[in-house]
């Protein structure tokens, strides 16, 4: 069972004798000390990993001496690192950022983790542990590094009876309901290190479709017991509230956020709050979508909500992520939405309020083009909202690591000033002057006993968090950085699962909605399809709205003879976009209604190549299935039958989804089955 409860934070004594031998005679006591909770929770993670890498103990120190020093610290709490005089390179890596290196101190040479602030001796730590998980040669080591984006914040959707929406991994993490007493469950320390161990510096703990009562004094107190278990591991707690609180706990007859009662109200909340928990981080807001309350209700705009509440934070430097998923069933095309209420009010926004916005226009899919708010909002701070959380991915049951995912929107050149200016130089504040940008995951961590229901869903988690760290890794890289931590360093490990990693973002494409197909799901639970032609419930709810197909063709027209959503994007996709031939094929259904002749670059037609990619995820499926058996006897039983299991899972679905999309598309197309096809006729 603890196989899967440690995640990446495993270890296990290098088996690597020669490799061992090194970081022992290099690593042989830790100059430490405890003067901050932060610091001490550095000590103890360098001991607890090199205690168990190393297969010794690591003696604690407060002074360095003899041989094989590793000092940690801030040139404020460390004599030592002070001597140093590493000032310019400090001053290079910010408030967070660490540097790890080797020099001489008291005569001898020593390795040094160096930052200045206490939660960069923290990443560090962390970051020396995972060089050594991963085997890295440390004996020259010389590393510089600095966080990418600011707030690297994990939201949950988790409601306060425990429930998680769109969680599959059991209850929610926090226990109400002996909290705030209960402040010392192992699972809250291990949840804060897994965070911390990737960098990140905030969580958000409730659900976005809020419960007012997080606010009352009895939740502040019991949020505020998480937060003092966070703290030291560098995270901030944030909650997400109701925009309409004011009305349903204290019977305000308005939420309307110009009105001077309400605004006060939310003056002395946020007062109380702070009074709990006195680095509280902020607030998130999902106001007018999807049936939550908001200023619209009152005539106002997102920006006035969103500026209401900021001023009430901005006393203590909190922030509100206001979220820029919007959508409501009665306009045109929903992928226009948020941008169009958003775009207009870029520049209206107080420099606390961070606009957090999904990577793609509708909802998480497998496959989105990028937001074109993205680069639109240049005078508004920004933050991109993943979801780590299987929503649309199969759930807890279907392998699919969304590091892919998440490089192709960083990486997504949105041209807002020329070639070059992708989302994640944006996020990275190099191409607007943000005050503040973000990175949001939500993630569904739950009582199961390895967090996340599936094993590798605990690798898109890590992903995010690398990222956030770095915009500029490689999915692959990271992949490969989990792997090696998650199972072990072997080539015969390693190959296999860094290779499902690699197909199983595109397999899942696939096998639900090639070629810019989207949002082919059943209502409401998200797991299975439903491409069929219903016209019983909301219609932007219905996979008819976005595939549009019939006799003649598929697709979603957003171009000039349709909705006119391409104009949302800047020039150089806008062209691009207008045009099938010059629309990437994985995107082409996005933004084209097309006849089922239409030619592809294969040569096949579009009906073709549809069934073609069906099967071809399909087929992926079975390629991880294949891979996966490589591993049987490398790893532990536990983890490996579960794995496997899933995947037979994950065929089973896969092949429905193909046989379901397939055969219905028939249906209307009037087409037969090409030849080849093992989908059902
Ligand atoms: O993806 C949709 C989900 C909702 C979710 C919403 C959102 C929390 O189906 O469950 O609500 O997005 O992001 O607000």
């Not at 050149?413 to 607007?432: C, M, P, R």
């Amino acid at each position: 069972a603890e196989d899967g409860y440690r995640m990446w934070l495993r270890y296990d004594t290098i088996a690597d004798n020669t490799l061992k031998q090194q970081y022992r005679a290099q690593l042989q006591q830790l100059v430490a000390t405890d003067q901050s909770p932060t610091l001490a929770a550095a000590r103890a993670e360098l001991t607890r990993g090199l205690n168990g890498l190393l297969g010794q103990s690591i003696k604690p120190s407060k002074a360095a001496q003899g041989a094989g020093n590793l000092i940690i610290g801030t040139p404020d709490s460390s004599a030592n690192i002070a001597a140093l005089k590493l000032g310019d390179r400090l001053n290079a890596v910010g408030p967070e950022g660490f540097i790890i290196t080797r020099a001489k101190v008291a005569g001898q040479r020593a390795t040094v983790i160096a930052a200045n602030s206490d939660a960069g001796v923290l990443y560090g730590a962390f970051h020396l542990l995972r060089l050594m998980q991963t085997q890295s040669d440390i004996a020259h080591i010389d590393v510089q590094s600095a966080p990418s984006v600011q707030h690297r914040v994990v939201n949950h959707w988790d409601n306060l009876n425990r429930i998680v929406e769109r969680g599959y991994a059991g209850l929610s993490l926090w226990e109400w309901g002996n909290l705030p007493e209960y402040q010392n469950n192992p699972r809250y320390i291990d949840y804060a290190r897994i965070n911390a161990s990737l960098g990140i510096n905030g969580t958000v703990i409730n659900n976005v479709n809020a419960d007012a009562r997080i606010l009352s004094d009895a939740f502040l107190a019991k949020a505020a017991a998480l937060a003092e278990v966070f703290r030291p591991y560098g995270i901030k707690l944030y909650l997400s509230v109701k925009f309409n609180s004011p009305m349903l706990l204290d019977d305000f007859d308005t939420a309307d956020p110009l009105d001077p009662k309400v605004q006060k109200w939310w003056r002395e909340r946020v007062k109380k709050v702070y009074q709990y928990i006195p680095d509280f981080g902020g607030f998130l807001v999902k106001a007018n979508s999807e049936g939550q309350p908001g200023p619209q209700d009152f005539g106002r705009n997102h920006a006035d909500g969103a500026n209401m509440l900021a001023d009430a934070l901005a006393p203590y430097n909190g922030l509100v992520f206001w979220r820029a998923f919007v959508y409501a069933p009665e306009q045109g095309d929903r992928f226009r939405e948020a941008y169009d209420e958003f775009k207009p009010l870029d520049g209206k926004f107080r420099d606390n309020v961070i606009v957090q916005i999904k990577n793609g226009p509708i909802d998480f899919q497998p496959r989105e083009p990028f937001s074109p708010l993205f680069g639109a909002l240049q005078k508004t701070n920004i933050a991109l909202e993943v979801q780590v959380s299987q929503e649309y991915f199969g759930f807890s049951n279907h392998l699919a690591y969304q590091g892919p995912l998440f490089e192709e929107a960083l990486d997504a050149d949105t041209y807002a000033q020329g070639a070059g200016s992708t989302i994640g130089k944006i996020l990275a504040g190099n191409v607007f002057d943000y005050k503040h940008t973000g990175m949001a995951a939500v993630i569904n961590p739950g009582t199961d006993r390895n967090w996340t229901g599936h094993t590798f869903v605990q690798s898109s988690w890590y992903a995010f968090g690398r990222l956030a760290w770095d915009v500029g890794l490689s999915s692959a890289a990271i992949a490969d950085e989990w792997a090696r931590m998650t199972f072990n360093n072997k080539d015969d490990v390693l190959a296999p699962v860094t290779d499902i990693m690699a197909i199983s973002r595109e397999a899942g494409v696939n096998y639900r909605m090639p070629l810019g197909l989207t949002h082919l799901y059943a209502q409401g639970h998200h797991y299975g399809p439903a491409p069929w032609h219903d016209t019983s419930g909301r219609p932007d709810w219905t996979a008819y709205y976005y595939h549009q197909a019939d006799k003649d063709g598929i697709g979603y027209d957003r171009t000039k003879t349709g909705s006119h959503a391409i104009e949302q994007y800047y020039p150089h996709w806008a062209t691009q976009f207008a045009k099938p031939e010059t629309t990437p094929e994985a995107l082409l259904l996005w933004f084209h209604h097309l006849p089922w002749s239409y030619k592809m670059d294969s040569g096949r037609s579009l009906w073709q190549e549809l069934v073609h990619k069906y099967d071809t995820g399909v087929n992926q499926v079975r390629e991880m299935q294949t891979q996966w058996q490589e591993l049987k006897g490398k790893i532990d039983p536990e983890r490996f039958s579960q794995v496997e299991a899933q995947l037979k899972v994950q065929l089973r679905d896969a092949i429905y989804w193909r046989d379901a999309c397939v055969s219905y598309f028939a249906s209307v197309s009037g087409l037969a089955l090409p030849k080849g096809s093992s989908a059902p006729a």
